[in-house]
């Protein structure tokens, strides 16, 4: 009989809207662009974290969506918990801005951006995460896929924790992060169980 896990929180950030735990948190009533409206976000939240603005699009979504999904106190072990996300452009625009750049002179700022699995170096850093991580490149959101690779993280691993979902950069106009929190134990009566409806439900709502 499998194990069963259970998401304690989720997050999710589109161009249109910010929802915690099911809850709409903020609308982008201005309808900003990707920049000001995660920089929008960024105040609201009152993050002090000044390296945020230096990220390249990819990092600057996941790393905000981490920090809503987390807050400022974390309650779980830094050594036990794990990061399994995964999107389908990969640093697509990244890329292509640094190729521009490449006509005048190479940013370094840019090329450090130009891997996937840097916004998972950004949450680690921050929050002084050792376990595990994984980064999939996948041709669309794949909810067994995602439920398959992390119940495999708790069943084969001490991980007690684990940040995972998808977090994907098209264009400024097209990009989304959901983010779940999954742990081995239930903390609250509004927590769901880690399964493959109920990744699609919350990332569909």
């Given amino acids: ?20 735990k099911g809850d709409t948190h903020l609308h982008n009533s201005d309808e900003l662009d990707f920049r000001g409206f995660t920089k929008f976000i960024y105040k609201h939240h009152k993050l002090q974290y000044p390296k945020f603005f230096k990220m390249d699009e990819h990092s600057r979504l996941g790393f905000l969506a981490a920090n809503l999904l987390l807050g ?14 995964m999107n389908a452009e990969s640093t697509l625009l990244t890329d292509m801005q640094y190729q521009e750049s ?10 450090v951006y130009t891997l996937p699995n840097i916004v998972m170096g950004e949450i680690a850093i921050k929050y002084n995460l050792k376990g595990e991580n994984i980064f999939l490149v996948e041709p669309s959101f794949d909810a067994q896929k995602l439920h398959d690779q992390v ?5 084969t691993t ?6 995972t ?13 959901v983010l779940y929190l999954v742990e081995r ?7 769901i169980t880690f399964e493959q409806s109920n990744i699609e439900r919350t990332f569909h709502l």
């Fill in 185 to 191: 134990i239930a903390n609250s009566q509004k927590c």
């Fill in 102 to 111: 490449i006509n005048n002179i190479p940013s370094p700022a840019l090329f």
């Fill in 1 to 20: 009989m499998s194990n069963t896990y259970y998401i304690n929180n989720y997050v999710k950030i589109k161009p249109e809207y910010v929802v915690i």
């Fill in 72 to 85: 400022t106190e974390l309650h779980f072990n830094n050594e036990q918990t794990a990061l399994l996300l």
């Fill in 165 to 177: 979902g998808w977090v994907n950069v098209e264009s400024p106009e097209s990009y989304q992060a």
């Fill in 158 to 163: 001490q991980t007690q924790s684990c940040i």
């Fill in 151 to 155: 119940t495999l993280l708790f069943d």
